[in-house]
Structure formats: structure tokens, C-alpha cells
């Protein structure tokens, strides 16, 4: 299992072009989520999905848009990107937390994608 | 006030210290917690679920206070592959996908 993989791993991009990030998982993982994290900080929910063909913004969602077509698939845009969008972004799946009371929900990460904007 | 507070370091201790690390949280509706271990430059893993009466993974405790609202991180008989930073993870509610809260987290250096 390759677990959860991004494409690309490193990238920059000039003032106003676009992008997309590729992001997948082979684990059939209902939820995916795409993060953000600028130096020095946490992490930072951009956009997230519970399944299919589902998508939510998270906590820093302006500039972004995401598509779950597919299960395994969790894609992000930048239409134009802005210096403020240089970061690394990280890719998570996970899977329903088990209604029985168990709260575990582990996140797996992919590798992350830096991406400069200058 | 950030949802989630972690004390950023760095924690510079020698090999065979013990270290703790506390986080606290502002949402007293908190349901689960995590730790996530951070390497330079990678992406952050899990390093132990927290559970309310407190658990242990060999050199690694967690502990909740509800009370108090923090969870703590207790690392014991340090090793130079501790050096990295420690993310602290609440989550609201079990079922809710999109609302963990990372914290900043922890930098912990571990010399010879």
C-alpha cells in the first residue's frame, strides 16, 4: 500500500497563474482533507470531504476550490495564485470514527507539496 | 485566544532526560485528543491517541484533564530520536470530520 500520495512534491508558480494538487489514498478512507502549514505554525484546515462527491471549506478556505469525483482522489486549485498562498500543503485521509464510542480517528498524511508563489 | 495552545520551545534537553509537554485546549466540548510527532520537513504522524484515563506506549505517556482542560505529553529516557516537533490534536466531537484542531506545536532537540 502506498498510503497516501501527492503530486507534485514541489512547485512554483508566478503571481496569478494556476495550479491543481493531486492527492491520493489507497486505504478506501471516507474522509480526505487538504491542510496547509506556514513556518513555525500548526496545521490549518483549507477544504475537507466526507465522502464522494462531497466537499466542505474548512478554517482558511478563500482562494481555494477542491473535487472528490472519486473516492480514492481529493483535488485542489488554485485558480490565481498570490505570495500568501507559499506554503506546504498537506494531504490526510482518514476513515468514520466508529459509532460505538470510540473516537479514534488517526489522520495519514501524504508527503506534502511546497509550493512557492512569487 | 487560539482553540489550541501548545508552549512553542524549543526544549533543548540532554539524552536520558524526562520532558513533558502540556497543550491546552478552549473548547470544553473537546471529545478525542492526539499527539502527532513532526520530523523536519515531514509530514506529521501519530504518536498516541489520549485517552481519558490516561495511556501509555513505552517511554511515552499521555494524560487528559478535563477539569483543567489540557492534555500533557510525558516523554521519559529522552533518545536523540526524539528531536521533533510534537503537534498537539483536539477534536470537538467523535463523528465530525472537519474540525480538528491542530496546535502549533512543540520543538524538542535532544543533544548527546
Known amino acids: 500500500n502506498a498510503g497516501v500520495t501527492q503530486t507534485p512534491k514541489f512547485r512554483v508558480l508566478k503571481t496569478g497563474q494556476s495550479m491543481t494538487l493531486l492527492c491520493a489514498q489507497d486505504m478506501n478512507h471516507e474522509y480526505m482533507y487538504w491542510y496547509r502549514q506556514d513556518p513555525g505554525m500548526g496545521l490549518r484546515l483549507i477544504h475537507y470531504s466526507v465522502g464522494e462527491g462531497t466537499t466542505a471549506k474548512g478554517e482558511v478556505p478563500d482562494g481555494y476550490n477542491v473535487s472528490r469525483l472519486k473516492k480514492q482522489n481529493f483535488l485542489l486549485g488554485l485558480e490565481s495564485a498570490a505570495p500568501s498562498q507559499t506554503s506546504v500543503y498537506f494531504c490526510?485521509?482518514?476513515?468514520?470514527?466508529?459509532?460505538?464510542?470510540?473516537?479514534?480517528?488517526?489522520?495519514?498524511f501524504g508527503p506534502g507539496t511546497r509550493l512557492t508563489v512569487l | 485566544r487560539k482553540e489550541v495552545e501548545q508552549d512553542p520551545g524549543p526544549f533543548n534537553v540532554p539524552e536520558g532526560a524526562t520532558v513533558a509537554f502540556n497543550c491546552t485546549y478552549s473548547?470544553?466540548?473537546?471529545?478525542?485528543f492526539f499527539w502527532y510527532r513532526q520530523d523536519c520537513r515531514k509530514e506529521p504522524k501519530l504518536l498516541m491517541s489520549?485517552?481519558?484515563s490516561g495511556n501509555e506506549d513505552g517511554r511515552f505517556t499521555a494524560q487528559l484533564n478535563r477539569a483543567s482542560q489540557y492534555i500533557s505529553l510525558l516523554i521519559r529516557d529522552s533518545k536523540l530520536s526524539d528531536s521533533a516537533t510534537y503537534l498537539c490534536v483536539v477534536n470537538p466531537f467523535s463523528t465530525n470530520a472537519g474540525k480538528s484542531t491542530f496546535g502549533d506545536g512543540t520543538t524538542l532537540t535532544v543533544k548527546p
Open positions: 490526510a485521509s482518514s476513515y468514520p470514527t466508529p459509532s460505538t464510542g470510540g473516537s479514534f480517528n488517526e489522520q495519514f
Open positions: 473548547n470544553s466540548a473537546s471529545q478525542s
Open positions: 489520549v485517552y481519558s
